[in-house]
Structure formats: structure tokens, C-alpha cells
């Protein structure tokens, strides 16, 4: 009955004789030995750190995928074969005009440059820096040019950016108006106060008293009088250096001061 209700054993083996001595009645020995729970345990340690290095192994190899995604984009990869593809067309431009280059560059440098005769060297270098500035005049007219085109703004702005230029000129003219009336005032005051000096004679009589230099205006009166003015404007000077030469004393009223 136990031989119809067991699946049938294969024959010989430790297990094998084990169960049939507890068939027979025989007790099962308590005291195993300690050495086949070890093993056991080692091959579930062993099973354990296998599996944990392929985990150890998938995730580096996840890291360096993230590491190197960016790389590896379809955008790079599209921009790689562009570039791969444009020096690809330089390098076949270059191989097929290899001895035309290298003709090129075996010209001597003289051939870069204008023959030109020595005695018209002068002449060819005047107008170069006439044709350098004219160039420079032509490029600014052509960037006022490309601006005039480019603005498009209404006229009324255009009005807006041309009302202070009428005012702006009328008071230069005014500046300009007034310094030439203070330049003619000097040259008035320089010519009244140096004119009767000049007129002077050695052997003056009595009756030429009337042309001669007033007192207040002889020797250290006239010096004095110059450098109460200077002291009233000493922030002028740099302003009136101009002005200052031409009132000047001239060399020969200097001298006989």
C-alpha cells in the first residue's frame, strides 16, 4: 500500500537508504552534522554576491549611458555627420586642386605687389592716402546709407530728430557773432591804448603834449592796472589765451617799460 502511494525511487544514493530505513521503523539520527547547513549557506551567499554584481554591473553601465546621452542624441549625432560631412567636401576641394595650390603658393611675393617706378613712387604714395581717405569717406557714406535705409520711422520722428538743429545753429552763429565782436572790441582797446605810444617822438614840443601818453596810463599805472585784472579773472586765463596774445604789449613797449 506505502509502495502504491511513494512514486517509485531510483536505487542507491545516501537519500535513497535513509528512506528506506525509516520505512523499516528506524529513527532518524537528531544529531546532523553542522558542515551541510554550512554549505547550504555558503551556495545562498555565493547565489547572493552573484546577483549582486550583475546589479553592481547594470547600474554602471546605466550611469555611463546617462553619462553619454547627450553624446548619442539623434541632434548630435545629425550635427557630427553635417560636420564630418562639410570637412569631407573641403578635404575632396583641396585633393582636386592640390597643384593649383601648390602653384599658388610657390609664386613669389613680388607678384602680390604694384610695380612702380621709382621716380613716381612719391606721387603713387600721395594718392594711395587720397584714395585711403576717400575710401573712408565712401564707407561712411555707405553705412549713412544702409542706416537711412534701415530707419523706419515715422515723419514724425523724423521731425522730433531735426527740431533742436535749427536752434543748435542759430546759437552758434550767435556764439560765433558774439566772440567776433569781443575780438574786434580788443583789437579796438589794443589799438587806442598802444597807437599813441607809437606816435610819440623824441624831440616832442610843448604843442605835441596833446598826443602823448596819458599819466595814468605810463610805466607801473598801465602794469597795475593789468594785474588787478588778472586777479579779478584768474579762471579766465585758460578760456582768453587767445585773447591775452592779442592784447599783449608789443617787444618795443616792453622795452621802454
Known amino acids: 500500500m506505502a509502495a502504491a502511494q511513494k512514486p517509485a525511487k531510483r536505487l542507491g544514493g545516501m537519500a535513497e537508504a535513509l528512506a528506506i530505513a525509516g520505512d523499516l521503523g528506524f529513527p532518524e539520527d537528531q544529531n546532523t552534522d553542522k558542515s551541510d547547513d554550512l554549505v547550504r549557506v555558503l551556495r545562498e551567499l555565493t ?17 555611463d549611458d546617462k553619462n553619454i546621452a547627450h553624446l548619442t542624441h539623434v541632434s548630435e549625432m ?21 597643384d593649383r595650390i601648390i602653384a599658388r603658393l610657390q609664386q613669389p611675393y613680388s607678384l602680390d605687389c604694384i610695380p612702380v617706378e621709382a621716380e613716381y613712387q612719391k606721387q603713387f604714395s600721395e594718392l594711395l592716402l587720397k584714395a ?18 534701415n530707419f523706419r520711422e515715422s515723419p514724425a520722428v523724423w521731425g522730433e530728430m531735426l527740431r533742436p ?6 546759437s552758434c552763429t550767435r556764439f560765433f557773432e558774439a566772440m567776433s565782436a569781443m575780438r ?15 606816435s610819440m617822438t623824441p624831440g616832442g614840443s610843448s604843442d605835441d603834449s596833446k598826443f602823448l601818453t596819458p599819466p595814468q596810463w605810463r610805466e607801473g599805472s598801465m602794469l597795475n592796472s ?21 592784447l599783449s604789449w608789443p617787444s618795443s613797449i616792453n622795452r621802454d617799460l
Open 78 to 98: 545629425e550635427k557630427k555627420c553635417e560636420s564630418l560631412a562639410r570637412i569631407t567636401a573641403i578635404l575632396k576641394d583641396v585633393i582636386q586642386n592640390k
Open 165 to 170: 538743429i535749427p536752434a543748435a545753429l542759430a
Open 132 to 149: 585711403a581717405s576717400d575710401y573712408g569717406a565712401l564707407t561712411a557714406s555707405v553705412g549713412d546709407f544702409q542706416w537711412s535705409q
Open 184 to 198: 574786434e572790441s580788443f583789437s579796438t582797446l589794443q589799438t587806442l591804448r598802444v597807437g599813441p605810444s607809437l
Open 47 to 63: 547565489v547572493v554576491q552573484r546577483n549582486i554584481a550583475n546589479l553592481q554591473v547594470e547600474l554602471q553601465g546605466r550611469k
Open 226 to 246: 593789468w594785474n588787478q585784472v588778472d586777479d579779478v579773472n584768474p579762471e579766465s586765463d585758460g578760456l582768453d589765451s587767445v585773447n591775452q596774445r592779442r
